[in-house]
C-alpha cells in the first residue's frame, strides 16, 4: 500500500519537488527561530526551581508518545494538517513564555510535545516523497537525490539558531546585569564554571546574572511574532501531499491502528536497532548544546546575553555542513564521512571536559561550540538521508520511529541535566560515542550483506528468465 502511495504522491508533486522543500525549509526557518531562542535560554532565564529544564523535558516526553502515533494521524489529518498544527503549537509555546510560570510552561510544553512527532514526521515525508518524485520525473539516482534534498532543508534549518539566537543576544545586551547582588564575585563564579557545574549550583551559589524581566518580555513578543507569520506561510505556502482517507470511521480507525502497528515492526528490524545508537548520539548532542553548553560554558563564565551569539555560530557552521557533507559522503563514502563525524564529536566532548573556564576564555569556548555545529549538521543530515535510503516504501514509519528515538534520547538527557554534574554527564556522553561507532559500523556491515545477497538474487532470477527464454527458442526451432 505504501508503495502505491508513493507512487501517486511523486507524480502529484512532478514539477514542484525543489520548490516544495524550499517552502518547507523557509517554514521551518520562520517557526522555529523562536523556539530555538526561546529553548536555549531556558536552563537560564527560569532557572527558578528548575522549572526551564522541566519544562523541555515535558516538550520531549510528549514528543515521544506523538512519534509513535504520528503516522496514524497524518492518514487523518494529512501531512499538511500536521504541519499547520504544529505551527499552532510553537506560537503557544512562545507566548506562554511572556508569562512563564508552572502551569503555563508546562501546558504549552506538552501542546508542544504531542505535536512535535506529527510536524517531524510529516516533515520527513514531504522531503523523501518530493525525492522519489524527481528521481522517477528526471530519471536521476534516488540515493543523490535524497542526499540532496536532505541537505538543502537542514541547511535552511541551521537558520533558525543563527535568526533567533543573534535576535535573543541583541535584545539581552539592551538589558542592565547588576553583579552586586550575587553572592559570589565574577572570578569565584567563573571557577564554578564548565565541567565542574552542579545542578544546585546555579541556586545556591547565585552564579547566573540575570536580564531585566521587561527585556525579556519583549524577546519574548518579538519570537511570538516570528512563529505567527511561520504559521501563516505554512497555510498558504505549502502544497499539500494528497492522502487520501475515507470517510468512514471504522476504516479510519483500522488505518490508524495499521500505521501504528507498521511504526512497531519498523523498531524490530535488525537494520533499525543498530541504526538507533547513532539516533540517540544525535539526540544526546542537540540537548547538551541547549541545556549544559549554553548554561554551564557561556552563561555561567560570560553572562546570558552571549548565548544568542554563540548558539548564531553554531548555527551557521551547522548549515554549512548539512549543504556539504552530503555531498562529500556521495564522493567519498558515506562510512568514511560518518564514522570521521562520530570521532570527531567524541574529540568536542575531550574540549569540553579539559576546558577550564577563565574571564578571557570566550574565543576559545566558542571555537568548541563551532567546531560541534559543523560535526552536528553532518550527522543530522546524514542520518535522515540514510533512513530514507533504507526505507523508500515505508517512510511515514521509518520518520516517525526516527522521532520518537530522538525525543526519547532528549528526554533522558534533559532528565539528567536535573540531577548530575556536568563531568558526569561528558562521561556518559563518551560512553554514548563508543557505542554509536560500533553500532554504526555494523550497520554498514550488514547494509552491504544486505545489498549483496539482493544482487545475487537478481541475477539468479535473470539466469532462471534466460534459461527459460532459451528453453522456449529451442522448442520454437524444433517446431
Known amino acids: 500500500m505504501c508503495l502505491r502511495s508513493c507512487c501517486k504522491l511523486g507524480n502529484d508533486l512532478s514539477g514542484k519537488e525543489r520548490r516544495t522543500v524550499i517552502s518547507l525549509s523557509i517554514i521551518f526557518v520562520v517557526v522555529f527561530s523562536g523556539?530555538?531562542?526561546?529553548?536555549?535560554?531556558?536552563?537560564?532565564?527560569?532557572?527558578?526551581?528548575?522549572r526551564g529544564v522541566i519544562s523541555l523535558s515535558v516538550v520531549y516526553g510528549c514528543f515521544v508518545l506523538s512519534s509513535f502515533f504520528a503516522p496514524s494521524f497524518i492518514r487523518v489529518l494529512t501531512a499538511k494538517g500536521c504541519l499547520i498544527t504544529g505551527c499552532i503549537s510553537h506560537l503557544v509555546y512562545a507566548a506562554s513564555n511572556l508569562y512563564p510560570v508552572f502551569w503555563t510552561l508546562l501546558s504549552a510544553s506538552a501542546f508542544v510535545g504531542l505535536t512535535s512527532g506529527l510536524l517531524w514526521t510529516s516533515q520527513g515525508m514531504y522531503i523523501s516523497q518530493c525525492a522519489i518524485s524527481f528521481s522517477q520525473t528526471k530519471n536521476v539516482p534516488m540515493k543523490k537525490i535524497f542526499g540532496k534534498f536532505h541537505g538543502i532543508f537542514y541547511f535552511g534549518f541551521a537558520f533558525p539558531r543563527v535568526v533567533g539566537n543573534c535576535l535573543s543576544?541583541?535584545?539581552?545586551?539592551?538589558?542592565?546585569?547588576?553583579e552586586t547582588t550575587n553572592n559570589v564575585s565574577k572570578s569565584e563564579r567563573v571557577k564554578s564554571c564548565g565541567a565542574e557545574l552542579c545542578p544546585e549550583m546555579s541556586v545556591t551559589q547565585g552564579l547566573f546574572l540575570l536580564p531585566d524581566?521587561?527585556?525579556?518580555?519583549?524577546l519574548?513578543?518579538?519570537?511570538?511574532?516570528l512563529s505567527i507569520i511561520g504559521l501563516l506561510l505554512c497555510v498558504f505556502l505549502l502544497p499539500p501531499l494528497p492522502i487520501t482517507v475515507t470517510s468512514s470511521q471504522k476504516s479510519v480507525a483500522r488505518k490508524m491502528l495499521s500505521a501504528s502497528f507498521s511504526c512497531l515492526l519498523v523498531n524490530t528490524e535488525v537494520a533499525m536497532l543498530l541504526f538507533i545508537p547513532s539516533v540517540l548520539l544525535h539526540s544526546f548532542v542537540e540537548s547538551f548544546l541547549w541545556i549544559d553548553i549554553s548554561k554551564a560554558y557561556i552563561s555561567c563564565p560570560f553572562g546570558v546575553e552571549?548565548?544568542?551569539?554563540?548558539?548564531?555560530l553554531n548555527g551557521v557552521l551547522n548549515g554549512i555542513s548539512s549543504f556539504l557533507l552530503p555531498r562529500l559522503a556521495n564522493l567519498i563514502g558515506r562510512k568514511y564521512v560518518m564514522t570521521s563525524l562520530i570521532i570527531g564529536i567524541t574529540a568536542s566532548y575531550v574540549g569540553f571536559l579539559v576546558w577550564m573556564p577563565t574571564d578571557?576564555?570566550?574565543?576559545?569556548?566558542?571555537?568548541?561550540?563551532?567546531?560541534?555545529?559543523?560535526?552536528?549538521?553532518?550527522?543530522?543530515?546524514?542520518?535522515?538521508t540514510l533512513l530514507s535510503s533504507m526505507y523508500t516504501e515505508k517512510t511515514d514509519a521509518a520518520f516517525a520511529s526516527l522521532e520518537t528515538w530522538k525525543a526519547l534520547g532528549n528526554t533522558v538527557n534533559i532528565g539528567l541535566a536535573y540531577y548530575l554534574c556536568e563531568r558526569s554527564r561528558l562521561y556518559i556522553m563518551f560512553a554514548l560515542c563508543t557505542l554509536s561507532i560500533i553500532s554504526y559500523v555494523a550497520l554498514e556491515m550488514h547494509l552491504q550483506k544486505k545489498t549483496k545477497l539482493t544482487e545475487v538474487d537478481y541475477e539468479e532470477e535473470n539466469e532462471t528468465i534466460n534459461v527459460e527464454l532459451r528453453g522456449a527458442e529451442d522448442s520454437s526451432d524444433t517446431k
Open 306 to 312: 552571549f548565548v544568542g551569539f554563540s548558539m548564531a
Open 35 to 50: 523556539f530555538h531562542g526561546i529553548q536555549n535560554l531556558q536552563s537560564t532565564i527560569n532557572n527558578e526551581s528548575g
Open 169 to 178: 543576544s541583541i535584545i539581552l545586551m539592551q538589558g542592565q546585569y547588576n
Open 220 to 225: 519574548m513578543a518579538a519570537f511570538t511574532t
Open 360 to 384: 578571557d576564555g570566550l574565543p576559545q569556548i566558542m571555537g568548541i561550540v563551532a567546531v560541534q555545529g559543523l560535526l552536528e549538521g553532518g550527522l543530522c543530515t546524514l542520518l535522515a
Open 213 to 218: 524581566p521587561l527585556i525579556v518580555k519583549i
